[in-house]
């Protein structure tokens, strides 16, 4: 079994530093798309590059809200949590990447992109439940070096 791997979007930072995202205030969703949307960490900032959103019956468009929990800082690393994401009785067809992203704007063109996981395998449930858990309940971790 693999391992799932999560990469921050490189202009997160940017769409942060110029108060795009409030983690405290905004609204944010996990989206599922398929084996044919190539990630780009230094060129997607909002979810109108996000492309190839999975379909099929128990997933709604546009994923599942994510409630974002306690922001820590400690050692030199920024955590935040959020509740784990669980589509039950889901039936998909190719599902590789889980993109988060803040749902608050009305407009694709700007809702800032937060992070991708990679599930390096496709996920192809039928009639079954597709989560993932955070590393320690963790969505983000930022490092300070």
Request: hydrophobic residues 40%; proline residues 7%.
């Amino acid at each position: 079994m693999s391992v799932p791997t999560s990469t921050v979007y490189g202009l997160f930072l940017k769409s942060l530093v110029e108060g795009k995202i409030k983690f405290h205030t905004d609204s944010f969703k996990a989206m599922l798309c398929t084996t044919a949307y190539s990630p780009s960490q230094p060129g997607h900032q909002f979810k109108a590059s996000v492309t190839n959103e999975v379909q099929g019956s128990g997933y709604t468009p546009g994923g599942m809200p994510l409630l974002i929990g306690a922001i820590t800082y400690a050692n030199k690393t920024i955590n935040i949590k959020a509740n784990n994401v669980s589509w039950p009785m889901v039936t998909l067809n190719n599902a590789r990447y889980l993109v988060v992203y803040d749902d608050t704007p009305a407009l694709d063109t700007a809702k800032p992109l937060v992070l991708w996981v990679d599930f390096i395998d496709a996920k192809s449930p039928v009639n079954q439940s597709l989560y993932y858990n955070w590393p320690n309940g963790d969505m983000l971790k930022l490092e300070l070096s």
